[in-house]
């Protein structure tokens, strides 16, 4: 596939005008310019800082994208529960939900595969059974729909705010208000696509929050998401100025030298698709969070 711009106003950065004009990051830019994918006036690109001039032809030949399919993977997971009908699972620090071109294996989606033969199909090849997800160092819980009509119960629980989530989080600063919201659109970073941020022409997002513990540097809060955009707790955390420690991609600090934000969904409440059972789980907080808390409240 071809893609070709003139470049109306100078001065402004190859990487940045494509991350600007398209669908892709920065960094992806920088691969397809390492990889001699993009021209300038009909040469190849050397760099993609390369500042262009009002009146430039940039043309990208985009690769051809490699087709995903999901495999069985033997990769130990932590079940919660399970019946005929769904499952939930306790999802560990540092495993990516599904499959992508970035990440084509060993994934939850693998791992679910591997553990049964009866998973929904309505979110495709690469996400079978996926109801939500959660980022990749993000822990804690998520359903997994095995039948259609289990998916389809569960996703709509979650677009009209009948299933409930909480998670709590370890945010740098000290939050003032004992509780609040946060009301903020959620959109493409126009200055980064990989990443989200509040932007006006965003998608309503609303989180609430409650403190839990003080530790002067640092609060401990528990956070309820009423909208489920992406990295909505970590976009909304940066705003108010209070990013998730760890989260080195939203300014979160990271003096305690963990893997990834010491964000852990810890409470998911549901109606069972098939018994209309009110069902709520929660999950411990894992040892490297706590480990971490433990160190604060010692002083």
Same mark, same amino acid.
């Given at each position: 596939?071809?893609?070709?711009?003139?470049?109306?106003?100078?001065?402004?950065?190859?990487?940045?005008?494509?991350?600007?004009?398209?669908?892709?990051?920065?960094?992806?830019?920088?691969?397809?310019?390492?990889?001699?994918?993009?021209?300038?006036?009909?040469?190849?690109?050397?760099?993609?800082?390369?500042?262009?001039?009002?009146?430039?032809?940039?043309?990208?030949?985009?690769?051809?994208?490699?087709?995903?399919?999901?495999?069985?993977?033997?990769?130990?997971?932590?079940?919660?529960?399970?019946?005929?009908?769904?499952?939930?699972?306790?999802?560990?620090?540092?495993?990516?939900?599904?499959?992508?071109?970035?990440?084509?294996?060993?994934?939850?989606? =693998?791992?679910?595969?591997?553990?049964?033969?009866?998973?929904?199909?309505? =979110?495709?090849?690469?996400?079978?059974?996926?109801?939500?997800?959660?980022?990749?160092?993000?822990?804690?819980?998520?359903?997994?729909?095995?039948?259609?009509?289990?998916?389809?119960?569960?996703?709509?629980?979650?677009?009209?705010?009948?299933?409930?989530?909480?998670?709590?989080?370890?945010?740098?600063? =000290?939050?003032?208000?004992?509780?609040?919201?946060?009301?903020?659109?959620?959109?493409?970073?126009?200055?980064?696509?990989?990443?989200?941020?509040?932007?006006?022409?965003?998608?309503?997002?609303?989180?609430?929050?409650?403190?839990?513990?003080?530790?002067?540097?640092?609060?401990?809060?528990?956070?309820?998401?009423?909208?489920?955009?992406?990295?909505?707790?970590?976009?909304?955390?940066?705003?108010?100025?209070?990013?998730?420690?760890?989260?080195?991609?939203?300014?979160?600090? =990271?003096?305690?030298?963990?893997?990834?934000?010491?964000?852990?969904?810890?409470?998911?409440?549901?109606?069972?698709?098939?018994?209309?059972?009110?069902?709520?789980?929660?999950?411990?907080?894992?040892?490297?969070?706590?480990?971490?808390?433990?160190?604060?409240?010692?002083?």
């Amino acid at each position: 596939m071809e893609l070709k711009f003139i470049v109306e106003e100078g001065g402004i950065r190859c990487d940045v005008f494509l991350a600007d004009n398209t669908e892709m990051t920065r960094s992806y830019v920088k691969k397809l310019v390492d990889e001699g994918f993009v021209f300038i006036n009909g040469k190849t690109a050397k760099k993609s800082g390369a500042i262009l001039e009002k009146g430039d032809e940039l043309r990208v030949d985009l690769p051809e994208v490699k087709e995903i399919s999901a495999r069985p993977q033997d990769i130990p997971i932590d079940i919660v529960y399970e019946d005929d009908y769904l499952l939930v699972i306790n999802k560990r620090q540092g495993l990516v939900t599904h499959p992508s071109q970035t990440t084509p294996d060993g994934t939850l989606v =693998n791992a679910l595969m591997f553990h049964s033969e009866k998973l929904s199909s309505i =979110n495709g090849e690469i996400r079978p059974g996926i109801v939500h997800r959660l980022d990749k160092n993000t822990s804690g819980l998520l359903v997994v729909a095995k039948t259609d009509a289990a998916h389809l119960s569960l996703s709509k629980q979650i677009e009209t705010k009948t299933a409930s989530r909480q998670y709590i989080a370890l945010v740098d600063g =000290n939050i003032v208000e004992d509780e609040g919201k946060i009301e903020q659109p959620i959109g493409r970073n126009p200055k980064d696509r990989k990443t989200m941020a509040v932007v006006k022409e965003g998608r309503y997002a609303l989180t609430l929050y409650k403190v839990l513990e003080r530790f002067g540097k640092y609060t401990l809060v528990e956070y309820t998401l009423k909208t489920g955009r992406t990295h909505q707790i970590r976009v909304h955390s940066k705003f108010i100025h209070h990013p998730v420690v760890g989260d080195a991609e939203y300014g979160g600090s =990271n003096v305690f030298g963990v893997n990834g934000q010491l964000l852990h969904a810890f409470r998911l409440t549901f109606t069972h698709p098939e018994t209309n059972e009110e069902m709520s789980f929660t999950a411990p907080i894992p040892d490297y969070f706590q480990k971490v808390l433990d160190r604060l409240r010692k002083g």
